[in-house]
């Protein structure tokens, strides 16, 4: 009786053992896969941030720039992406040292809507967002925000001759959007924009926020120099 009751306990501790066994091998394999696509997102933003510089018709995107405390940049925004009738894609934000100039980031979110206005055409786009005011920064180190609400938002113009219109702009955040190949506004009022979290940890291997990687700046990553040095080389800056 002694031996089967003991055979018994052991039965039960192995799975218990080989349970406790794999969740840190699960929990490394999830953060490798983490560290992945953080790693392809910011060279993704990297593409994304190119193609709007050449194009012919982003001349006041160029301007804006210049001026730019920071930039949001989302190289899929996809319709459908979270659930029917939603849209979502994730994005990296950098951010500009108000007395050195130097870029910082980047940071990971997520950006989902019930309906963007696709004003370009199209089911999914390339989203760059600039903040122009210390309020846009702001608002982005928050956990979430949403655009419209919490701070304000405006479609940048498109096209030749456009940059004259951008004396005109206001708000503390500009979009400008790419869908087909075309150049065009979108609509982000309602659009929720979010930490994740995840993909920063894993980014920088430690727990950090956004604050520690653009306000702090305790955070730093050699993947992202690519990114940095083409933002810097147009928008000013090191």
Not at 63 to 78: S, T, W
Not at 151 to 164: L, T
Not at 171 to 184: E, M, T, V
Not at 206 to 211: A, E, M, Q
Request: proline share 3%; hydrophobic share 45%; glycine share 10%.
């Amino acid at each position: 009786m002694k031996t089967r009751n003991r055979s018994f306990q052991t039965a039960r501790i192995i799975p218990i053992a080989a349970v406790l066994f794999l969740i840190p091998l699960m929990n490394a394999l999830i953060f490798a896969d983490d560290a992945t696509e953080s790693i392809q997102l910011v060279e993704k933003a990297r593409m994304s941030f190119e193609n709007f510089l050449k194009a012919g018709e982003m001349e006041a995107f160029r301007n804006l720039l210049k001026e730019a405390r920071g930039v949001f940049i989302a190289p899929q925004i996809l319709k459908g992406a979270f659930i029917i009738g939603a849209s979502g894609g994730s994005g990296v934000f950098l951010a500009r040292d108000r007395e050195t100039g130097k870029w910082a980031g980047p940071a990971f979110y997520t950006m989902g809507e019930a309906s963007f206005g696709f004003q370009a055409g199209g089911q999914s786009s390339e989203v760059i967002l600039l903040a122009m005011t210390e309020r846009g920064v702001t608002s982005l180190l928050a956990s979430s925000l949403k655009l419209g609400a919490d701070v304000g938002v405006a479609a940048g113009p498109v096209g030749v001759g456009a940059a004259a219109s951008t004396a005109n702009l206001s708000a503390d955040i500009i979009s400008f959007a790419r869908s087909k190949g075309l150049y065009g506004g979108i609509s982000l009022d309602g659009a929720i924009v979010k930490v994740r979290e995840k993909l920063n940890n894993a980014y920088y291997k430690k727990k950090v926020t956004p604050v520690d990687i653009l306000v702090s700046r305790t955070a730093v990553s050699q993947e992202s120099s690519g990114l940095i040095e083409a933002i810097s080389k147009e928008a000013g800056g090191k």
